[in-house]
């Protein structure tokens, strides 16, 4: 019986030697597949049950075994739709079954891939180089908050980004305590009533402070004893663009007042009565309904007087209307505004308004341009208006016992029993975009391996064929 036994123990060899022969080809195979894991071969023996003072060594199984969290290289593509796992996760991914009305149809079932060389088809999907279908959840462009919690196939919206309204005007500056107006270019330690509004005088009888506007035959003056306060484009509710510009005059110690221009047209002439500026507050078009509002500051340079401008109605700028019904435009002074004296870089020393920060939002109307990925997992639509809005989120799967996966075609997993059952979280930090993931297949140690594995198989083959000479003297010893 034991050479019989030796035989069936020799035709398990190879058989396993085989198996790991199988798992080294298709390692080599792969060795170029964008994402894939190799499978390793272990051996196992199986003692049969004899008494201790007859064990054997007994015959061979063998067994793949995974390497799923086994990290492959990361190699950047310059493709912005590509995207990379650095961790232990996987994209969540759904195969395509047909087709209706233009559109896929899937299978509804989730399948878990490292593969992440995604491309945007011309329906908007994300698929991968094998076909599977990217998951995630889309975002509210507007809000930037998700749109639900579970993962669906993403269809990313390609149209045009539509204008936005500017409604949020933003003002940040430093005042210079002695302001170098066009009536007076030395400033000194004492405001001088040429570095006033209106020369420090009376204001012209065509000015009235309760409505704040500033009319074409006293612009000049108005121009020459006030400081630029910097401009900001915004945008009206159709996307037109205008150029808000705003000006400072100081009306007392430490007191100043705001303005910005509602026309800058100079053909046709302009006539004598026509609105060139408006005060910040005031009555007329673009007032907040109150008498214009004063900015006064302490010696120290502090704001005392914090003036937050809402709800401008009726803002016209060049013959545009910038606010619309139940949306007006909102200008907010109170905070970082400052009177300190400072360095010429701050336009202060100079005597002009120095540190301009103005944030407003809105933008004209932009095309879709194509997708990349933020530093968030989010992936990110790029306007030809500049405009960079968030689209979707990438979900990402993890097991607690990733090796416990059944592949499937494809370079995608199933999840089992083994694995248990996946943690769908939304991808972060980890995930790269404009970048794969290569095949953790290293091809020296394959050849290796193919070496070790030809040596057993051939050692094993011998085994053989030395318990069939056995074999052939036991029948030569009975004739």
Request: glycine share 12%; proline share 5%; aromatic share 8%.
């Amino acid at each position: 019986m034991g050479v019989f036994d030796s035989l069936t123990t020799s035709v398990s060899g190879l058989q396993s030697q085989s198996y790991a022969l199988q798992n080294i080809s298709g390692n080599i195979a792969n060795s170029t597949t964008v994402g894939f894991k190799r499978v390793d071969t272990s051996f196992v023996d199986l003692i049969p049950s004899t008494s201790p003072t007859q064990q054997l060594s007994g015959s061979v199984n063998a067994y793949g075994r995974n390497t799923t969290l086994l990290q492959g290289s990361i190699s950047q593509t310059g493709i912005s739709t590509n995207l990379a796992i650095n961790g232990e996760g996987f994209f969540v991914v759904q195969s395509r079954t047909g087709n209706a009305g233009g559109q896929p149809t899937f299978s509804g079932i989730d399948r878990y891939t490292r593969r992440g060389d995604f491309a945007q088809d011309n329906n908007g999907y994300l698929v991968n180089g094998a076909g599977n279908y990217l998951e995630g959840i889309l975002v509210d462009p507007v809000t930037g908050a998700l749109q639900g919690s579970k993962p669906q196939v993403l269809q990313i919206n390609t149209k045009d980004l539509p204008a936005l309204q500017t409604s949020n005007f933003n003002y940040q500056a430093n005042l210079p305590p002695t302001p170098s107006t066009g009536a007076s270019q030395a400033p000194g330690a004492v405001v001088p009533p040429a570095d006033q509004i209106w020369g420090g005088g009376a204001a012209p009888a065509t000015f009235n402070p309760a409505t704040g506007v500033v009319q074409y035959q006293d612009e000049a003056t108005f121009i020459n004893t006030t400081v630029d306060g910097g401009a900001k484009t915004v945008y009206a509710p159709n996307g037109s663009p205008v150029n808000l510009q705003v000006r400072w005059g100081k009306v007392g110690a430490n007191t100043w007042q705001a303005f910005y221009r509602v026309d800058s047209s100079t053909t046709p002439t302009p006539t004598a009565t026509q609105a060139r500026w408006q005060q910040f507050g005031g009555t007329a078009a673009g007032g907040n309904g109150s008498p214009g509002a004063n900015f006064t500051f302490n010696p120290a340079g502090t704001n005392t007087t914090p003036v937050t401008v809402t709800s401008l109605s009726n803002v016209i700028i060049d013959g545009v209307q910038v606010d619309s019904a139940g949306l007006p435009l909102k200008v907010d002074f109170s905070t970082g505004l400052t009177q300190f004296s400072g360095s010429t870089s701050s336009g202060s020393a100079a005597g002009q308004v120095g540190g301009i920060s103005i944030n407003a939002n809105g933008y004209t109307a932009g095309s879709f341009q194509g997708l990349s990925l933020d530093t968030g997992g989010r992936l990110v639509g790029n306007y030809t208006n500049g405009q960079i809005v968030p689209l979707a989120q990438v979900s990402e799967a993890r097991f607690k016992n990733s090796d416990g996966l059944t592949r499937v075609s494809g370079g995608t997993f199933q999840q089992t029993l083994d694995s248990g059952q996946p943690v769908v979280l939304s991808a972060g930090s980890e995930l790269s975009g404009g970048a794969v993931e290569s095949s953790n297949t290293d091809i020296a140690s394959e050849f290796t391996k193919l070496i070790v594995t030809q040596q057993a198989y051939s050692a094993n083959a011998k085994v053989i064929t030395t318990a069939n000479n056995i074999l052939q003297d036991i029948l030569q010893v009975i004739r």
